[in-house]
């Protein structure tokens, strides 16, 4: 099992430009999670989606957008990028039992927008 | 105010020591919690995880939920350069739910 595989590792993108991170997993997840994370400001959850064709806001989605049409992969698109949104992004899948926590997370996607 | 507070650390400490790291928390409604633990340039892996009250024990690791007291703590025995790293803590309050994370703490294991 890869687990969960992000692509690309690192992007420099101009301001205004565009560009789609793709997640996927092989684990059968349920549930999968984008995240931004920011110096001194932990992990803060942009969106979610808790099965196939559906998705969720989190804690801070302005400025990009996700779908999620296969159940393994899990993408987010910044359609006009900003250097505000230069950080480090995490995808991670969960599975929906209870029996154990099995949250897992890709290994990033640094992002600088300049 | 945040829904989670992490101690902010950094920490140092020597090769041997015993580390303590604590959240605190203002929801009532959290009932899972979780430690991660992420190296450099590394994404976050799942380190201990405890539902509702009590004490979870991994080998050095023991994981303590006090849920009167909204207070989470993982303490590290015998501590190693290994396990130098940032240490986040998570919640959420249902199995469905999002969890939230604290900032980060920041350890150093001194040889």
């Known amino acids: 099992n890869a687990g969960v595989t992000q692509t690309p590792k690192f992007r420099v993108l101009k301001t205004g430009q565009s560009m789609t991170l793709l997640c996927a997993q092989d684990m059968n997840h349920e549930y999968m999670y984008w995240y931004r994370q920011d110096p001194g400001m932990g992990l803060r959850l942009i969106h979610y989606s808790v099965g196939e064709g559906t998705t969720a806001k989190g804690e801070v989605p302005d400025g990009y957008n996700v779908s999620r049409l296969k159940k393994q992969n899990f993408l987010l698109g910044l359609e006009s990028a900003a250097p505000s949104q230069t950080s480090v992004y995490f995808c991670?899948?969960?599975?929906?039992?209870?029996?154990?926590?099995?949250?897992?997370f890709g290994p990033g996607t640094r992002l600088l927008v300049l | 105010q945040k829904e989670v507070e992490q101690d902010p650390g950094p920490l140092s400490v020597p090769e041997g020591a015993i580390v303590s790291l604590n959240c605190t928390y203002s929801?009532?409604?959290?009932?899972?919690f979780m430690w991660y633990r992420q190296y450099s340039r590394k994404g976050p892996e799942l380190l201990m995880y405890?539902?509702?009250?009590g004490n979870k024990e991994d080998g050095r690791f023991t994981a303590q939920v006090d849920k009167s007291s909204k207070y989470i703590s993982l303490f590290i025995r015998d501590s190693q350069p290994s396990d130098s790293a940032t240490y986040l803590c998570?919640?959420?309050?249902?199995?469905?739910?999002?969890?939230?994370f604290g900032d980060g703490t920041t350890l150093t294991v001194k040889p």
């Open positions: 929801n009532s409604a959290f009932q899972y």
């Open positions: 998570a919640m959420r309050g249902t199995n469905a739910g999002k969890s939230t």
């Open positions: 991670a899948s969960r599975s929906k039992t209870t029996l154990r926590e099995t949250q897992y």
């Open positions: 405890t539902y509702s009250s």
